[in-house]
Every structure is written in C-alpha cells, then in structure tokens.
C-alpha cells in the first residue's frame, strides 16, 4: 500500500517536471520564432516603423510571458488540490487503520 502511494507520487512528479520542461521549450521556440521574424522580415515591412514593431514585440513577449505565468500557476493550484487531497484521505485511512487494530486489540 505505500508503495503504491510512493509510486503514484514519484508518477506524478515525473509528469510534472515533464509538462515543465515541454510547456517551457515551447514557449523557448515561440520566443526565438518571434525574434527571427522581426529579425529577418523586417526590412519587408517598411509600413511598419521601427518604434511600432517594437512596442509589438515587447507586447507579444508580455503576452507570452502572462499565458506562461498563468499555465504555471494552473498547474500549481491543480498539483496543491490533488496532494492536499490525497493527504486528506490517507489520513482518514490512517486513523480508520488506527481505530481497526484498537479494536482489534480489544477483543
């Protein structure tokens, strides 16, 4: 039984870190996608100051940077809900277990 609990856990973190790292190298690409266009479609766009793609730019990054800031914090919320659940219900199984063996020492 605990080490069912103990692999559920370790399961759980490894998918974890794994959403992590996979949810930051996305974002690493669009990050770097985002500097290549501006970079090299530039000079195509002469409509478009200077001044102008870089509030643009700076926009796209604040964007991204809240919408990885809010995924993170989802995904925090939702880990702290399922332990402090999980916790919840092994401590009720706990003291069921407790209350099982007093009185069975009873009889």
């Given at each position: 039984f605990f080490f069912f609990i103990f692999f559920l856990f370790?399961?759980?973190f490894f998918?974890?870190?794994?959403?992590l790292f996979l949810f930051l190298f996305l974002f690493a690409l669009i990050y770097i996608y985002i500097f290549f266009f501006f970079i090299?479609?530039?000079?195509?766009?002469?409509f478009l100051s200077f001044s102008f793609s870089f509030l643009l730019l700076l926009l796209l990054f604040?964007?991204?940077?809240?919408?990885?800031?809010c995924f993170l914090l989802i995904?925090?919320?939702f880990f702290f809900l399922?332990?402090?659940?999980?916790?919840?219900?092994?401590?009720?199984d706990f003291n069921s277990l407790a209350n099982y063996n007093i009185e069975f020492r009873r009889q």
């Open positions: 370790l399961i759980l998918f974890f870190f794994l959403f090299f479609f530039f000079p195509f766009f002469p604040f964007f991204l940077s809240c919408l990885s800031f995904l925090f919320l399922f332990f402090s659940l999980l916790s919840f219900y092994l401590r009720v």
